[in-house]
């Protein structure tokens, strides 16, 4: 599998990256996982505007999911187009809020996305067999463990610590955290994590290697949220950037 990250900022898009969205590919096949505020632009940049042959939101917040309503208007009104129903794997409310986000009332989006609602469980994405199960955050989302080949990429999306993610994340070879909150801060429960409970569920999971994101550049700080969780993750650690690239 290789990732690329397309957008990694946390809440809002920051001044070097957009929110949450990541392209996993294998065989050719490239899964957009989360199409967060600004990641359209990253899209193309590195990747190329029609790329996904599927989308998989985790959850419906902004940061998460907002790029995959301007997408409406890339796949409808495309001069060669319109183009196919783009399989849009996502949470139940995801068809009435793309549409209403979108603006015209009673207007639909199922011309452009078909969409399957996730539920706890595995099911195969293209050449990807997909776990997903529920995270600790205040809406509807999804962690997500891809795998392919006999290697695995785990995704937390957001969440607070919970034993579904330390599940999800057994034996990553690659662990896409969030790490939202500076240790010492002040920290709302059932919310996000930190630099170092992310370094302790990668620990606790035995994942190979640990990429930070979700980092919130305008109230946090990069240094402190790398040191505290190499204080609880000894294996290889860094925090992602858009436009970065990994091979599973
Ligand atoms: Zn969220």
């Given at each position: 599998m290789r990732l690329t990250v397309l957008g990694c900022a946390g809440s809002f898009p920051g001044p070097e990256s957009p929110c949450s969205a990541y392209l996993v590919e294998a065989e050719g096949f490239r899964l957009l996982v989360d199409f967060g505020s600004g990641s359209l632009s990253t899209l193309q940049r590195y990747v190329g505007l029609h790329a996904p042959d599927a989308i998989l939101l985790t959850h419906l917040h902004c940061d998460h999911m907002l790029d995959a309503v301007s997408y409406v208007v890339v796949r409808r009104y495309a001069p060669d187009g319109p183009y196919p129903p783009l399989p849009m794997y996502a949470p139940s409310g995801a068809p009435d809020r793309l549409a209403a986000a979108y603006g015209q009332e009673g207007s639909s989006v199922d011309d452009v996305y078909q969409f399957y609602g996730l539920q706890p469980g595995t099911f195969p994405i293209g050449p990807f067999t997909v776990t997903v199960d529920r995270m600790n955050h205040p809406v509807e989302t999804y962690g997500v463990r891809?795998?392919?080949?006999?290697?695995?990429?785990?995704?937390?999306?957001?969440?607070?610590?919970?034993d579904s993610l330390l599940r999800l994340a057994q034996g990553a070879d690659l662990f896409l955290c969030e790490a939202s909150y500076l240790d010492g801060a002040e920290n709302p429960p059932d919310l996000h994590l930190t630099g170092r409970e992310a370094g302790e569920v990668a620990t606790k999971a035995g994942a190979g290697r640990l990429l930070?994101?979700?980092?919130?550049?305008?109230?946090g700080s990069e240094a402190h949220t790398l040191e505290s969780a190499a204080a609880a993750y000894t294996g290889p650690l860094e925090v992602v950037r858009a436009g970065a690239c990994y091979d599973v």
């Open positions: 891809l795998e392919h080949d006999g290697r695995v990429l785990c995704y937390s999306s957001d969440t607070a610590p919970c930070l994101t979700h980092l919130v550049a305008a109230w």
